[in-house]
Nanobody, 121 residues
Framework: VQLQASGGGLVQAGGSLRLSCAAS????????MGWFRQVPGKEREFVAA????????PYADSVKGRFTISRDNAKNTVYLQMNSLQPEDTAVYYC???????????????WGQGTLVTVSS
């Protein structure tokens, strides 16, 4: 499975961005998808996930109510809509895919290359 993340950029605090992750190489609709983020010197942090039938969407407490994960199986793409962004959301965001949903990065099988989100104050 190949994952290609996009949509990162520079935004002011309070603004919004939508990240996309396009998947190829395998039946996308059977995979659980997730988003993680990482800042230098820290471990990769769980942000959100969505199961293959889009019936379960767990979020990290730090983004609950501000971020929304969704998927379009017809387009083999998962999205992360990020609203009310804050400087502490600044990180490289990675999409992940795998057979299990877990908040542990090591539990995911496939990873995209990451896209940088910078939120200025």
């Amino acid at each position: 499975v190949q994952l290609q993340a996009s949509g990162g950029g520079l935004v002011q605090a309070g603004g919004s961005l939508r990240l996309s992750c396009a998947a190829s190489g395998r039946t996308f609709s059977s995979l659980n998808m997730g988003w993680f983020r990482q800042v230098p010197g820290k471990e990769r942090e769980f942000v959100a996930a969505i199961n293959w039938i889009a019936g379960s969407t767990p979020y990290a407490d730090s983004v609950k109510g501000r971020f929304t994960i969704s998927r379009d199986n017809a387009k083999n793409t998962v999205y992360l809509q990020m609203n009310s962004l804050q400087p502490e959301d600044t990180a490289v965001y990675y999409c992940a895919a795998g057979p299990l949903i877990t908040t542990a990065a090591r539990g995911w099988k496939y990873w995209g290359q990451g896209t940088l989100v910078t939120v200025s104050s």
